[in-house]
Every structure is written in structure tokens, then in C-alpha cells.
């Protein structure tokens, strides 16, 4: 699909001047591809002991027959789906294989109850052929239908590989009719299938009920994140680098050479350094590497480590103490008031009132500012509110005025303090009652 | 080569043009967004304070360089179906169903949208193109079914389609996340707007046939009685067009030049100030304060009334002394109701009077208590005058009162035999009320006895 997609496009472009653009134009698509959700990685990194084990449990189901379960276990963004597909696509190269396995996937997301579930498997099994109308039919019924067509195949039916993505929700289904079934399916000699749950949760095993749980066979495969900063690196590397056979050699070449300079250029080490002490995995990595690669153009046509700390810069911004930027310093002062609340009576909770007397001893003894009236200033704490900085404490079905509603502030001192350094035309007064509550 | 280039540039200048004080933003949405067939972010999370460009940047954005995109907000879809038939019809170019009901697609579940929307994008033509989905006021999808949030950040995993899903939003990203995480999406914040690029746009929708710095003066007195507790550039824009007349008065009336701004400053200040307590706060509506302006300018004193002046209400005579005795109830302690009402009241001793003086207003502070309904009976005994026997329309009374939502019924355990209520009225209101029946309820109530 992509090569036909540059194919399209040469066909469009036309002129001398514009053959030097391409290869920029190509890498741009490539390196775009490759940070987004679509993309499979440029090389796999580590896991080569899960890859093995995995390999062999789902070529011995499409060739041999034999039913399996497995479950892969690993923190979000670790690799998992990526390892199946990969696995999944080295397999099918086999032409025994691919010729005799049937590949279903499931997505917890998507099929949110077993109904939904069932219909997606007829559907990608094809069977709306046989079962006519019937797919639509009811939920026993296709059931029904669904097992005995498991059930009348032998060794010798084709296998099916069941890969169930976010299998912590299939968990939560009513009777988890679902997997019961399929892991009855697996255990028992009917037709050969292989159940692959893949989850981020590391206790999945106890959400299973008892009878489901004695039919999976607890191989459990677990994948964590155990790269190395250089590691890190190389994956950097290998995300921005051009394969050889990509354009004209020499673009490929020159390209290539840039990023590895730049892999070794103090500044970029610093921001890797610094993502890869907040996370290491390979989400994270893509994130970090989109705004530099969308600012790819014609114009600007190498990466720069400038790029790289901008979009640090965007990525560790702190939100709240953002939010707390654009607030009005009426707001602000009570944001202080209530700050100064939670700090003298140890973390209770507070109302309005409190805080309106608060605000007002501050802004008639302190301050030169006006004193506004009580109206005013509960708007802006309902904006407040809105903004979900503070948060009401109060159950719904208790029912008092606004003022008394009982209320929790969700900012850190630390972030307030931030926000005030940083606010444009901060009065003095207010900057000094934030630093001490003594008034 | 030329074309690619207006393809690129233009509209970053032509959109920059068109909205002022936002370029950085611009500049990062674009490069981000790249070329028609290029792939584009999985999910960009835009949040800013109200009324800082999102819509509009995002919109003009999509619109100008005509990207197949569907906006959709939220808060109109408050079932998953209505908004997967929104997306699906939109994307495919449907106005509505009654023009074309054959056509409308229906789809009620995540699984069939994610089929439906390929379908509809290979019909369409657009599986090279990045198809945008716009959602305006994201953090409603918190409240919707769990899986609908973590399902539109990965859709394009999840349709294999280059799409990218666009949230917008007044809440921080912290406060979206639950359960086991999601595909995090690429955040980008919209800061606020300086008082300077207020200024600035505030002085391009001026009215016709007014001078720009004239304008911006009268801006700069707005903004130096409103800057202070309001950022929200609409409501400063709503202001601004509603004050305009009142400030060109003089001028018009031929008392003042157009260029003395310390008369015109001292002729707008109070009214500015009075606007602030009023029309900010929507005591009262925009045309009622237009005719006041316009009674000011006959010479009558304006007549205005505010909604929370007119918190008097007729109220029979035993029911303004229930309220009365149970908003005595709900903010005195009970155990100096003795000193209040017994008929031979004991002295308060010293070492009281010290206690007293810590606890001062502390309870007008922590809102109303809950009491028994023995003890507002016995306080209302008290309180009124003459002999009242507790008969039904008394009890009546009481409940009447809890439907006006001036009482409030606790939850308890015993409901029949002594329910408890809390009083919800403010002192303001039962300051009038006991007015009307010559009733000093200051000097019953123990924070400011």
C-alpha cells in the first residue's frame, strides 16, 4: 500500500526541481508512519526468549492440532500486540500455515458484552454463509451453532488462533460465558484453537472465575520494558533512520549519518535521558519524536536538536499550574485563601464562607485592592469549580446552599507557587500572602 | 513545486491573518497536521480556559484547506448511539435523516462503528486521506460508557485508517485517566490571552465608525474595572457592547470632546462598577439594563431589580414562624436554647462569655445543623405569639416548607417518628421575613448576641 501510495504521488509530481524534494517528501511519510498507531517498529528490540515461546505455541496448533492458551502480561505499551502480529506474520509465510490457520481478533474495547462477541467471531470465521440470516439470530442460538461447529471438528479441522486484546475486560462479561467456552473448546479435543489474551493487568488470573480458571493452562508469558538507556537510543536510532533501499543511496546515506550525529549530540541525550527517567517504553519514545518529525518540511529539512527540546517543552509541560496561569486574580487570591485553609486546619475540608472570610481579611487589612462582594466572588469560585481545581466533597443526595458545600483542593502548594512566578502582573500583596498565611 | 508551496504556507498566513494572537498555535497545528495524504497524530488533546481559539483555530484550520473532518460536541450526545450515527452521517455527507432516510446509517455499539466507519471512508474515497474527528467539551465522554474514551484514543489502531481524533476541552489531561491507562494522546495547550491581545481583539469587532484608539480607551477603562475578576474573553466582549452607548453619551449630548478621556473615565466609572454587581452576575438581563441606560438618559432614576432583591415571598403567619424557629434551630447550639427561650433565663457567666468569644460567628461559618423536629416545635411554641394548638395544618405547614426548598429533610433513621431537617435560607431572607412579623431575630441568634 505504501509503495503504491509513492507511486501515486510520482505520478502527480511533476518537474526537475522537484526530484530533490522527494526523498524529503518520502521520509517525511515514512517517519510520520512510523509514529503513529499504525506503524509495526523498524526492528524488534529484546523479548527474543517470548518471541521463541510464543512461535512455537501457535505453530503447533496450526500444524500439529493441538489446543493452547497462553496469556501476555505486560505494563501498556510494552509490545504486546506487536509481538503477536510479528509472530503472527513470520508464520504465515509458511504456506502450510497460512493455508490451514484461521486468525480471529478480538478487541475487549470493542466487543463489550459476548453478544457482540459472537457476532464478530461468526463474521470473521465467515460463517454468515452457512448460518444464512442466522447470524443475526439470538445469542443462544448462534452459541449453539458456534460450538457445534467447534465441536464436530477433530484433529484434523483447521485450527483457529483466538487473539483476545484487553482480555481484563472479556473478564468482566456476565458469567464470562465467553471464555469459558473457548477455554473449554481448548482443553477439551474438539477442534484445535489457541486462546491468546493479551492484558496490561498483572492480576488478571484472579478476575477469572473458578470453572474458567481451571481450564486455562496458566502459561502465563510476561513482557516488561528491561531496556537500558543505550538501548533507548538505538531505538532512536533505528525510528529515525532510512532502510538502504529506500531512495537514491546517497540521500539515505547523508540522512542516516545525520542521525547518528545527532544521536550523539549532548543536548538530544539530555531530552532521551530525561523521557527515558519518566518512561521507557516505546509509546512514550513515539511521542516524544512526533513534533520534531511534523516539523519536517521543505523549509526546514533536517531534524535539529532544537526540535527535540520544543517538544520536551510541550510534552512535560505542567497542566494545572497552566490552567492556574490564565485565571483572574480574583480567582487566584482565592485559590491562595484556600491553600492557606487546608495548610492551617491540616487537610480539612472547607466551604465558601471560609473562604470568602479568608479572602476578605487579606484584601481589607493587606491589600489595596477592592473588596468585591460576595456574589462576584462566588462566581469566580464556581468557575473554580468548573475547572475542576476544587472539588466538591459533599454526596449528591445531601442538599445545602452552594456556600456550605463542603470542598477539597486539588492543587498542589508547589504548583501555586509555580503559577504565581510565572503570572503576568501579579500584584505584590498577593505574591507575599501566598508565600505566608499570617495576615 | 508552486503549488505544493500554497499548499504549505498559505494558510498558516491566511488563518493567522484571520485570527489574531495565535500563531505559535497555528504553526504547531499545522506542522502537525501535514499534508492531505500524510499521517497525522493519533489524537491531539487541546485544553485551554474558555474562550481561547480551540474551536476556532481547529475549525478554520479544517475548513480552509477543506480536510474531510466531523465536529461534534459532546454534550449533545448524551447516548454512545447518537454520536457513532453523528460521526458515520456526517462523514458521510448526510444533512439529516429526513432528507434521506434510506441512507442513514444506524449503529449503536463501538464494534460496528469502528466496520461502519471504514466502510464509509473506502465509499467516500477517503483511505488515503487523514480523516478528522473533531470532540468539542471531551470531558463529558468521562461520564459515558467505560470503553468509548480508550476506544477514540486508539481508533486508528483500531480501524487501520489514518485518522486522527481531536479532544477538546477546559479540563487537564490528569483528570481523564482511570483503570488500567489509556493510549496517552498528544497534549497541547492553549494559553490564556494576554491583556494586551485582549486588546487587540477586542478592538477589531469595534463598532463602525470608530476611531481604533478612541475605542481602545474605552477597552482599557473596561478591562481596568473587569480585567481583575474576569478573563473570559466573552463575557469582556458582551460587556464591552453592552456599555458602549452609555460611554459616547456625553460626547453625543456634545457635553464632553471625544478626546478629554478623564471626563469620560469619570462619567463611566460608576456605571461600570454598578454593571459589575448587576449585568456580570445576570442580576439582571441586557435589556433591562439598555433601558435603564435609556431612563438615565431622560432623567428618571433607573428602575432597577435585581433577581436576588426580589427574594421576598408571601408565606402564611404560622409558616414564617416555622421558618423562623427552624433556622434558630439550625444555627444556634442546642444547648443554649435554654438561655434564648426558657422563660426565666439564668445569667451567662463569665468563663461562657470567654468560650463564646472563640467560637464567635462559627457557625453562620459552617452552615446549618440538623435538628429533631421536638426541638423546632418547641422553639415555634415559643416564638409565636398567643396560644397555638399543633394541629394537622401545622404538621402540613412544615412539609409545605420542605417543598419550597426552604427546609431540607435529613436522611435518617427514623423518618416518621422524628425526622430531622436542616434550614436552607439565607440570613438576608430570614432577616425580611421575620421583618414583616416584627419579629428581632438577631437578638436570638447566638453569633451575634
Redesign the interface.
Known sequence: MKQKQMKSKKSTVSGDSLMEQLPLQKTCDLLRHRVSQLSTPPQIHGYDQERRQLLDLIRRTGTTGESNSALLIGPRGCGKSMLVENVVEELMLDKEIRDNLLHVRLNGLLQTDDKIALKEITRQLQLENTVGTKVFGSFAETLQFLLDALKSGSHSSKPILFVLDEFDLFAHHKNQTLLYNLFDVAQSAQAPVCVLGLTCRLDVVELLEKRVKSRFSHRQIHLFNNITLGDYTQLFISYLSLPDHFTDTKFVKTWNKHIQELASDQTVLGVLRRQFEFNKDVRSLQQLLMYPVCCVNENHPLLLPADFVDGMKIQTTDTKSAMLHGVSILELCLIIAMKHLTEIYDGELFNFEMVYSEYRKFAQKRSSMQVYEKAVVLKAFEHLIALELVKTMDGSGSRVQKEYRLLLLLVHPSQILDALQKYPNCPTEVKQWAQCSVI | ?AA??IE?ENPVKNISKKISCRNQQIK?LV??I?QR??????TLFL???TG?GKSLVINSLLQTRELPHVMVNCVECYNQRFMYEKILNKLQGLRSYMNDPDSYLKCD???DF?RMFRQVCEDRGLT?QTVYIVLDKAECLRDK?I?IL??FL?L???T?Q?VCVVLMT??????FRTG?????P????F??Y??DEVLTILTEDRPEGCEADFYSMYLNLLLSVF?????DLREIRYLASLNYDQYCQPIKTGDVLASDTRKLWKNIEPHLKKA??TV??R?VSSSQWEKAQQETEIGETPSLQGL?SRNHVELPYYSKYLLIAAYLASYNPAKTDRRFFARNSGKVDRRAKLIKKHERTSN?????KQFPIDRLMAIFFSIVEGKVSPTANIFVQISSLVSL?ML?Q??GDDQIDTPKY?C?V?LEFIKSVSRTVGFDVLRYLYDFV
Open positions: 513545486m505544493m508551496e504549505e504547531t506542522s502537525l501535514g495524504e500524510q499521517v497525522a497524530p493519533p485544553y485551554g480556559h481561547t455499539n463501538m464494534n469502528i488515503k460508557e470503553n480508550p476506544a486508539r486508528q489502531e483500531l487501520h489514518n477546559e479540563i487537564v489531561w490528569e483528570k488500567t491507562g489509556y493510549c496517552e498528544y497534549i497541547l495547550n494559553p490564556d494576554t491583556k480585567h481583575m475578576v474576569c478573563r459589575l454587581q456580570y452576575l442580576e436576588s453562620h461559618m459552617l452552615g446549618p426548598n431540607g435529613v436522611a436542616k436552607l439565607s
